[in-house]
C-alpha cells in the first residue's frame, strides 16, 4: 500500500501507478485508508494528481456506488480549489450528491491544515436540501472562495438538465435554482456594477429560497417590472403554494422577509392584488387545516402587524381608476374583495349553502375561530355589508359570520366574539329571518339556534327585537322548529320594557356595543353585565 501512496505523491505516470496498483488485490486498495479517513483517491485529489485520479476512475476503482469513509470526493476537490479533477469526478461520479456534516467539514479542513475564516468555520443555515448543519458541494467550494469550482458545478448541472433555464450561464439565477445562498454570495462578490437579477428573483421567490432572495434584494436587486408590476406579496400567495408544515414554515419567513425589505403590504395596483386578500383567497379553505393552520394564522398575524387594512375595498379601488383611466387594471386569478372578512368567509358562506355537505374537518373550528379573532383584534369592522353566497346577497360580515358558524364549529363562540367587537343584529344587512331560514335547511340542532338566538335578541333595540319577533312568527316549520320559544320571544315582545333596559340598549351602542368600551364605565361589574351580557 506504500507503494501506491508513493506513485501518487510522485506524480508517476498512469502505467506506473496502475502497475503498482494492479498487483493488489481491489477490494485491498478500495478498502485501504490512513489514519485521516483518507483513501487513495483523496489522497490522488489532495495532490492534484490528475493522472492518478484519471487511472483510478478509467480503472473502475472508486466509481459510485463505491462510498468514501467520511468525506466525499467532490467535496474535497472542492475545497482545495482543484477544478480540473473536479470536472472529472462531476463526469465519472455524476449522481454523487451528499452532504457533508458541518462537524465533519471542519475535521476536514483541520486535516488538510485549510485556515478558514471565522464565517465559514461558524457555518450554520437555516435553509438547505436536508438539514441546518449539512454543506452540499457547491456551499463547501462557495465557503472556500473557489468560484471556478461553483461555475464548474453550476454548468454542469445545466448540461445534464438538472436545472432548466431558458439562458445558459445565468450563474446567479442558477444558484438561485440549486438553493444555494453561499454560491450566490460568492457571485455577487464577484460581478461588479448592475446586473440584471430579475430571472434569479423569480426563481428564489416561486421556490420559496429565503436566503437567496434575501441576498439578491440585500445586493440591490430591482423588482418594479417584475411579474406586470404585481407586489411580490400577490406573486407569492398566488404562484406558490405550500402543501406541507415545512413549506408553511417557509412561507411564514418569505413573507417576513418581503416585509424586512420594505415592500409595501398596502400595495393595490393593479386591481386584486391586494396582499392581505390574495393570501386569504389562496389559502384559507377549509382542507388541510390541521397541517396549514399554524402556519397561515402566523403569516396573517405578520401582515395585520405590518400594516395591512382588514377594510379596504378592492371592489371600490378598482372601479374608481376603471373609471379615472377608461380600461380594468386588475389582475386576473380572484375576485376583487370588500373587505378581509369577505374574502375569509366567502370560502364558508359558498360550502354552508350546499346542503349536507361534510364539513368536519379536524382543526376548523379553532383555526375558524383563530381567524376571526385576529382580524376583529386588528380593526376589522364586523358590520361590514358584502356580497355573498349564491343566488348572492348583500348582508353583514356579521350575518354570515352567524350563517358560517353552526356548519364550521356548531358552537356560538364566534358569534360571542363578533358581538364583543361590535356585531350588531340591530344593522342593515342582518336578519333574524334568513339565519332562521339557514338553520332549519341545514337542520341544526333545536338547543344551539335557541342558544344564538338568545345571544342576538338580548342585545337588540326594542323596535329590532318585535320586528325579529315577527319575522319568526312569520316563518313557515318555526311553530314546529322552536314553538315554545316563539311564544316566549313573542310575549316579551308585546311588553312593555322597563325604563332601565332601554338605558341599557342606549348605553350600549353609546359604547359601539364594544365590550371593551363597556368595561372601560366606572359602574360595578353587575351593571356592566345587564348593559352587555358579554363583558
Known sequence: MDEVLTSIKNQDDGLNLWGTVEKLPRKDVIAWHDSNHFDFLHHAIIHNNVIAVGTFLTRGYFKSLQEPNIYPYQHVACLLGFKTILTMLLQERQFDDKSLHKTDFKQLCRSLRISLSSEITNYNTDIDFTTPDQLSVLDVASLAGHIGCVKTILDFRQLKGYISLKQKGDYFSLACYGNSPNSLKLLLQEKAGDVNLEDSVKISLVKMHVECLDCLLSHGARTESLYSGMNLFHVLYSYVYAFDKEQFKGLVKMTSLILKHGFDVKACVPSRTYPLYSFIDKYFGREDIEIKGGGILHCLKLLLEAGADPNFNEVIAENAHQGQHGIFGGAFGREPFSSA??????????????????????????????????????????????????????????????????????????????????????????????????????????????????????????????????????????????????QSVNKESITVWTLKRFCCVFILNSCQRSSMKVNSLPVPENVKKQIFPFC
Not at 345 to 351: A, F, G, I, K, R
Not at 362 to 380: M, T, Y
Not at 399 to 423: D, H, P, W
Not at 429 to 456: C, D, P, V, Y
Open 341 to 486: 372578512f369577505h374574502a375569509f368567509l366567502s370560502h364558508y358562506v359558498q360550502s354552508s349553502l350546499k346542503k349536507g355537505e361534510e364539513t368536519e374537518y379536524r382543526g376548523l373550528p379553532g383555526f375558524f375561530f383563530k381567524v376571526c379573532q385576529q382580524l376583529l383584534q386588528n380593526g376589522a369592522d364586523p358590520n361590514y355589508r358584502a356580497i355573498f353566497g349564491t343566488p348572492e346577497q348583500e348582508i353583514s360580515v356579521f350575518q354570515a359570520a352567524c350563517l358560517c358558524s353552526m356548519n364550521v364549529e356548531n358552537e356560538n363562540r364566534t358569534i360571542k366574539l363578533f358581538l364583543q367587537y361590535g356585531g350588531d343584529p340591530n344593522g342593515s344587512g342582518f336578519s333574524i329571518k334568513s339565519l332562521l331560514e339557514w338553520h332549519i335547511r341545514l337542520n341544526a340542532l333545536e338547543s344551539e339556534t335557541e342558544e344564538l338566538l338568545n345571544m342576538l335578541l338580548g342585545t337588540m333595540s326594542h323596535a329590532n327585537y318585535r320586528q325579529s319577533s315577527k319575522e319568526m312568527r312569520d316563518l313557515a316549520n318555526m311553530d314546529i322548529f322552536l314553538p315554545n320559544f316563539v
